[in-house]
């Protein structure tokens, strides 16, 4: 089965702080993808990457980078925390575009 | 452009009734349909795809390429369906995309 880890499900930070989201899968999937979830907003995607190294910007990448060093290690980063990225953040990867994605429990990060 | 569109936000249903979560869908290709479910506390999972074709804890859904949608249906609603349900598109290239989804509430 398809495990997806991402690496705290609660965090807390300040304004201005750096902030690294880290997820692990480990099914060789070719693709991640980075989302943030928020009521009435549904799953907006905000990066995802097809191999390593490589990244796409979806559809709110604004505030935000991603890494990819390794194939089952995709890393979202928070380049300068702000209030208005308080919210649900989900991981997913799949093996390709025609393939369900799998996501891991979710990172609720509250940024005070 | 690609888009999925979830008319309802909420939906209750009394245990029992049937339910049908609709989906709507806009892409001139050949289109992959998905409906995943995220129960409390749960992480989000796919519940199914319509190119299986299966039911699922007894939800099917038919992709209607005339209409453009993908809806869920179930006869005999269950407490235990209530969760979020989100229905995605897949056209082939890396990413799905989402609806905003449906908050289904099974009335006991």
């Known amino acids: 089965d398809v495990k997806v880890t991402q690496s705290s499900r609660y965090l807390v930070k300040r304004t201005g702080e750096k902030v690294f989201l880290e997820c692990v899968q480990d099914?060789?999937?070719?693709?991640m993808f980075w989302y943030r979830q928020d009521p009435g907003l549904g799953l907006r995607l905000i990066y995802f990457s097809y191999d390593v190294k490589m990244k796409e910007k979806g559809d709110i990448p604004e505030g935000y980078s991603v890494s990819r060093e390794k194939k089952e290690r995709f890393s979202l980063i928070l380049e300068s925390a702000s209030t208005n990225q308080t919210s649900m953040y989900l991981c997913?990867?799949?093996?390709?575009?025609?393939?369900?994605?799998?996501f891991g429990d979710g990172t609720r990060l509250s940024i005070l | 452009a690609q888009r999925v569109t979830q008319p309802e936000k909420l939906l209750s249903v009394f245990k029992g009734a049937p339910v049908e979560l609709k989906c709507n869908y806009s892409?001139?290709?050949?289109?992959?349909l998905f409906w995943y479910v995220q129960y409390s506390r749960q992480r989000l999972q796919l519940l199914l795809r319509?190119?299986s074709r299966e039911s699922i804890k007894g939800f099917t859904a038919d992709l209607n390429k005339g209409e453009t949608s993908f809806h869920l249906k179930k006869p005999f609603a269950q407490e235990e369906d209530s969760a979020m349900y989100y229905c995605a598109l897949g056209t082939g290239a890396n990413n799905l995309f989402f609806g905003t989804g449906t908050r289904l509430t099974v009335i006991p």
């Open positions: 319509h190119i």
């Open positions: 997913a990867s799949s093996r390709d575009g025609t393939q369900p994605q799998h």
């Open positions: 892409y001139s290709g050949s289109p992959e």
């Open positions: 099914m060789d999937h070719e693709n």
